[in-house]
């Protein structure tokens, strides 16, 4: 049974995992509501699977008991934020862990964690500084990509070929080599393109942190901005006024100039629509913090060293914080107390992390080509089923049609 729930269990339940072996944990359920271990040995694991990923799972626990809930990870205790009232809580200098970060070095065999409080800080500014001078200065070629993007995998050839999925393979086992002698290339030294391990040499990282760093994000960029991407592609073909209102700014902006970084930042509503996308696809629909003292959030006492789970997908369909959750509505964004309510959960402002700025970009440029050319439509009778993962995607592959706008 065991064995049969952890291969079922989905990349979410790898990071939980992941941080629940890397640190101890506290046995004492403190009171908080939730559910008691089904299985003395495997805890609620069986119910997660049941419930077909742990954002499921988490929906019908916190429907049940609130907005602070607990559970059981084999004989560990994991306690679950579902508002954004408890979240604002919990924003406190407790030590924290990024997911993507986390699930990533424990199945590439990295050390995680360990850093105090000021070295991440550190880490991340360098990231950010990285995603900007990276963006900045190859941006002709960010435009050029989408011409080769996708081949070998809309068609689905890669798998039908030995050959090339060999090749595949081969290509992500060298990746790390190639890494190792790019970063030995630019240390010391100065190009007049900047590329994101550039700002990481110039951090005084040691060589390996700079390697696992650049892996991490290499691994976690690509992802959220495949799904962002197609997630917005999905959703504008499910309204005409939203995709009519994008193409009417694009058109204002750039006119028949060509896309620029500079004009990029007057796309206002396209920030919308892109953050509005993330909100209803749910596009991560949990994140993980390490409790490293003993916290109170109401009247509930976090046990030191607990993993706690922030509920995003349970936050981003709260009746509560979002009007008609449901509905794929970017206007809501025009409400600076949604944007703000967004940037706290990590989606924008200055708690957006650097592999989800770098996605915006990407889909920015994405969408201002195709939408400035191209109307965008549904397939008629087309289900969109959705499998909840580490990052959100549909089960099965998602069509669209087009025409020409000129």
Not at 54 to 69: A, D, K, Q, T
Request: net charge neutral.
């Amino acid at each position: 049974m065991l064995d049969f729930a952890i291969f079922a269990v989905t990349f979410l339940l790898a990071l939980v995992a992941a941080v629940l072996y890397l640190y101890p944990a506290s046995r004492q359920a403190a009171g908080i509501p939730g559910i008691t271990p089904t299985e003395e040995k495997d805890g609620n694991l069986p119910d997660i699977v049941n419930s077909g990923s742990l954002h499921e799972f988490l929906v019908n626990l916190h429907e049940r008991y609130g907005p602070v809930v607990s559970f059981w990870f084999g004989r560990r205790l994991v306690v679950s934020l579902g508002t954004v009232e408890v979240l604002k809580q919990h924003i406190n200098p407790n030590k924290t862990s990024d997911p993507f970060e986390t699930m990533l070095k424990s199945l590439l065999r990295y050390q995680s964690g360990g850093a105090n409080v000021s070295e991440n800080h550190m880490r991340k500014k360098l990231y950010e500084s990285g995603v900007t001078h990276s963006l900045q200065s190859n941006f002709a070629l960010l435009l050029k990509v989408w011409s080769e993007i996708g081949k070998g995998f809309l068609d689905g050839s890669l798998d039908k070929s030995t050959t090339r999925k060999k090749q595949y393979e081969d290509a992500l086992m060298q990746l790390e080599s190639i890494l190792k002698k790019i970063i030995k290339e630019r240390k010391g030294k100065n190009f007049s393109q900047h590329i994101f391990i550039d700002s990481l040499v110039q951090g005084n990282l040691n060589d390996q942190q700079i390697l696992e760093d650049s892996m991490i994000f290499s691994l976690a960029s690509c992802i959220i901005t495949a799904k962002l991407c197609t997630w917005a592609i999905c959703f504008l073909t499910t309204s005409e006024e939203v995709q009519k209102k994008l193409y009417e700014e694009i058109d204002h902006v750039f006119g028949k100039d060509p896309i620029t970084p500079e004009k990029i930042e007057q796309l206002r509503y396209c920030r919308h629509v892109l953050c509005e996308t993330v909100r209803t696809a749910k596009l991560t629909p949990v994140s993980a913090r390490l409790q490293d003292i003993e916290g109170k959030i109401d009247k509930f006492i976090i046990p030191r060293e607990t993993l706690v789970l922030y509920a995003l997908g349970v936050i981003l369909q709260d009746p509560r914080t979002w009007p008609s959750p449901h509905k794929f509505d970017p206007d809501r964004f025009d409400d600076e107390s949604m944007m703000k309510t967004f940037s706290l959960l990590g989606f924008s402002g200055m708690q957006e992390c650097p592999e989800l700025r770098f996605a915006y970009m990407v889909a920015t440029v994405l969408l201002s080509v195709l939408v400035r050319r191209l109307h965008l439509l549904s397939v008629e009778g087309q289900l969109i089923e959705t499998k909840y993962e580490l990052v959100t995607s549909s089960k099965e592959e998602t069509w669209i049609t087009v025409s020409k706008r000129y």
